[in-house]
């Protein structure tokens, strides 16, 4: 057999010494790269896991201030519940508190739930803080024998049987039949505040005859009656100065040969006139 094919030490020695040294180092240095990129990608792993699933960041309790009636508070809890199941783009748990839009979350309660000016606020690690004022109707809307709460921006609120009216506040109707839906707008915002500014003037300038219910006349809401316990009723226009409307009004009542029982209606939508019948 040939010895051409064998090589003494001194030989290998030789091959090994002529391998460039650059090339060994730069095979080094992609070995230590690819481990810092593995050993990078478990820690960046494990980070991700660590703050998308990891228990520590989910939502165990819900703290909620400010709203009192059980049927709101349960409401309230239920909607937060909704809201924090599943997950994001199928992949980002929504009970996770670093995930969770503030804002979002507000309106989403705030257009569930009978509650205004809601605040969300995070308590890491799992608790979340809920603020709000419950909306208590302005006004109880009346249609035919049904009700229905209204708030003060006019929006129905929810229907209620006669027997379960909670809230002191004015009846209101139209002269006409409406078709009424919860959670639609039937009335304007500013006639709302309107009737409870005309309310607030007339217990002031009209103590000895209380309103007992109000009716829109029209569909555009301008024109509105207020009927007194006596059953005649005042006819007003919302752009009128009420204030002064009233004080005439009670000087007109309080005359010699007025018999206020005897009355209809009392027209005040002419500025420093009064129509009676």
Known sequence: MSHKFFKTREQLDNI???????????????????????????????????????????????????????????????????????????????????????????KFISESVPVEEVVVKKKLFKTLEIEGEEKLPALIWQEGKQNYYLDKNGWVMAAVAADNIKYNVPIIGRSTTTAVVVGQQIIEASNVDFIGRVLEEMKKELRSWPIKRVEVKDFDNREVNFYTNEGWYLIVDVAGDMTKVLANLNNFLRQEGIDSKKLRYVDLRIADKIFYK
Not at 17 to 45: F, W
Not at 79 to 101: C, D, E, H, M, W
């Open 16 to 106: 090994a010494a002529r391998v460039p040294t650059g090339r060994q180092e730069r095979g080094v240095k992609k070995k230590k790269t690819l481990l810092i990129v593995i050993l990078s990608g478990l820690v960046l792993a494990g980070l991700a896991y660590f703050f998308v699933y990891s228990p520590v960041f989910k939502v165990e309790r819900v703290v909620i201030k400010g709203i009192n009636e059980v049927d709101n508070l349960n409401a309230a809890q239920s909607v937060v519940q909704k809201y924090t199941a599943g997950y994001r783009v199928g992949v980002l748990p929504k009970n996770n508190i670093l995930f969770i839009n503030k804002e979002e979350l507000a």
